[in-house]
C-alpha cells in the first residue's frame, strides 16, 4: 500500500540498532511471550498477538525512546506482521527492522525493513472513521508468510548528520502478529467467485496490456441492500460513452472476510471521479493461492490493529491479475475507502498486493489494474485517458479545500508525498491508462 516518504524525514533510515546479546555475544535464548493479547475470538476465524515494545541498545544516554525491539521469543503461528502506536496523528521516523523464523523449523530469515510512513493512507480528517476514537499509527504490514518466532528492533532516525540527537519514537509501540485464519471451505453461489482465483501455474502473458484480451463478462451487479440483485446495471446516458465490460470479481465473501469483524456503518461519496493505484508495501513473496490469506490478514490488521471502519483499500489486485472486492458497500456503488489521505471522496483505491519499489509488476496484475478502472470510472461517466479534479480534505502536501487536477488514474504519489505504489509500478500508469481508454471505447 504504501512506501516510505521522498521528504527529508524519512531519509534517514539505515542505522541498525542491535539488540542487547548475552555476555558470550550469542543472541539471548529463545522465550514464550508472557504478555500476549489475542484480540481474536473463536466467533471470527483468524487473530492477533498484540506484544509491547522494550527498551533496547546498549547506549543508554540514547534513552529508550531511541531504541526499542522485541527479544527473539517463540509465538504462536502467524503470516502478516506490522507496528502500531497510540497517536494516529504521529509519525515514526526511523527504521523498524524484523527477523522470522518458519513455522515448524529452525530456520530464521533476514532482517527485513517494514515501510514506517504509513500516514498517507487513512481516513480523511474530520470524518466519522478517523475521528471515531480508536485509530492508531501503524507501519505498512509485512507478508512474511507461516512463522511460530519473531524478533523486532525500532531505531529512531537521527534528526541531523552532525549530532546524536534523535526525534522520539511514539508512545504505545506494540508488534502485531496476524494469523489469517483458515480459507472459506465453499465457494459461495456467485459467478464472480465461481472459477476461483488463478494461480502462479497459469503462464504469465508475454504481450503487453492489451483491451482484446478483456472478454465480455457481466455478472450480478451490486444494489443497495434493500433492492433486489439485478443481473445488469442500467447505465445512465452520460455513461455510456465510457462503458467498458465489468471484469470477474472476487467478492468478500470469495475471499473469507468474515462481516462480524468490520464495523457495520458505510460510507459513500457522491460519484467516482479517479482511481488511485497503491501497493500494499507487504513484499512479494506469496503465490497467488494464498493471496485471499494475505487480504484476510491486511483486513484484520486495518481494523483490529489500525482502527478502521474497514479494509482500506475498495479493490485490491495480486499478481496473477486476480481482482477482489475489497471494502464492503458494493463494487458498484462509491464506497469511500480509507486509502488515499485527503482524497478518499470521489475516487476509489485499488491496490495491488506486493511492493514495486525494485520489482516490476506482472502484466497480469497491470492488465487487471487497466480492466478494473476502465469498468469501475466508465459506471460513473469518466474517461479513464482524462483529467479531473478533486478537492483535498486536507494532507502534507495540498491543504484542505484546495481543488487538484490529476490523472482519472492516478498514483497515490500524486496525491501525497510518497513513494507509494512503487517506481516501477508507477511507470506503467501512463500504458494502464491508454489501455484502460481502449477497454472504453471498444
Not at 480459507?183 to 465461481?194: F, H, L, W
Request: glycine share 12%; proline share 7%; with cysteine.
Amino acid at each position: 500500500m504504501r512506501a516510505s516518504l521522498v521528504t527529508s524525514i524519512g531519509v534517514a533510515c539505515t542505522a541498525a540498532l542491535v539488540l542487547p546479546l548475552s555476555s558470550s555475544g550469542a543472541i539471548a535464548a529463545p522465550q514464550v511471550p508472557q504478555a500476549t493479547q489475542n484480540t481474536g475470538s473463536a466467533a471470527v476465524p483468524g487473530s492477533t498477538q498484540s506484544l509491547p515494545l522494550g527498551a533496547a541498545g546498549s547506549d543508554r544516554s540514547l534513552g529508550g525512546a531511541a531504541e526499542q525491539g522485541v527479544t527473539r521469543r517463540d509465538v504462536s503461528p502467524f503470516s502478516l506482521l506490522g507496528v502500531v502506536w497510540d497517536d494516529a496523528d504521529a509519525e515514526l521516523h526511523g527504521t523498524v527492522q524484523v527477523r522470522t523464523r518458519a513455522a515448524g523449523s529452525h530456520l530464521w530469515s533476514d532482517w527485513q525493513d517494514l515501510e514506517t510512513h504509513n500516514q498517507e493512507h487513512g481516513a480523511d480528517p474530520g470524518t466519522t472513521e478517523r475521528d471515531s476514537g480508536h485509530t492508531r499509527g501503524s507501519t505498512a504490514p509485512l507478508w512474511v508468510g507461516g512463522s511460530d518466532g519473531v524478533e523486532l528492533r525500532v531505531r529512531a532516525a537521527e534528526e541531523n548528520e552532525n549530532g546524536p540527537a534523535r526525534a522520539p519514537l511514539p508512545q504505545g509501540l506494540r508488534l502485531e502478529l496476524i494469523d489469517p485464519g483458515e480459507d472459506p471451505q465453499e465457494t459461495p453461489d456467485n459467478p464472480d467467485n465461481s472459477a476461483g482465483p488463478r494461480d502462479d501455474s497459469e503462464p504469465e502473458p508475454d504481450t503487453a496490456i492489451s483491451p482484446e484480451h478483456s472478454g465480455d463478462w457481466t455478472g450480478p451487479e451490486d444494489a443497495p441492500p434493500t433492492s433486489p440483485r439485478a443481473g445488469r446495471a442500467v447505465l445512465p446516458d452520460f455513461a455510456r460513452l465510457y462503458a467498458a465490460p465489468r471484469p470477474r470479481i472476487i467478492t468478500r465473501p470469495g475471499w473469507g472476510a468474515d462481516e462480524r469483524l468490520r464495523e457495520r456503518r458505510l460510507g459513500y461519496s457522491r460519484n467516482v471521479k479517479a482511481a488511485f493505484v497503491h501497493h500494499s508495501a507487504t513484499g512479494n513473496n506469496y503465490s497467488c493461492k494464498q493471496a485471499p490469506s494475505v487480504l484476510r490478514s491486511i483486513y484484520r490488521y486495518h481494523v483490529k490493529s489500525s482502527g478502521w471502519r474497514d479494509i482500506g483499500y475498495n479493490f485490491a489486485i495480486d499478481k496473477c491479475g486476480n481482482i477482489y472486492e475489497g471494502r464492503a458497500g458494493g463494487v458498484t456503488r462509491p464506497v469511500r475507502g480509507a486509502h488515499t489521505l485527503g482524497f478518499n471522496t470521489n475516487s476509489v483505491g485499488i491496490a495491488v498486493l506486493g511492493t514495486y519499489g525494485g520489482t516490476n509488476p506482472r502484466a497480469a496484475a497491470t492488465t487487471a489494474v487497466a480492466r478494473l478502472t476502465a469498468w469501475k470510472l466508465g459506471l460513473h461517466g469518466v474517461d479513464a485517458r482524462g483529467k479531473v479534479t478533486l478537492t483535498s480534505a486536507g494532507n502534507g502536501k495540498y491543504g484542505k479545500g484546495r481543488k487538484v487536477r490529476l490523472n482519472a488514474i492516478s498514483g497515490h504519489r500524486d496525491g501525497f508525498f510518497t513513494d507509494c505504489p512503487g517506481s516501477r509500478l508507477y511507470g506503467k500508469l501512463s500504458a494502464v491508462r491508454k489501455s484502460a481508454g481502449g477497454y472504453q471505447r471498444r
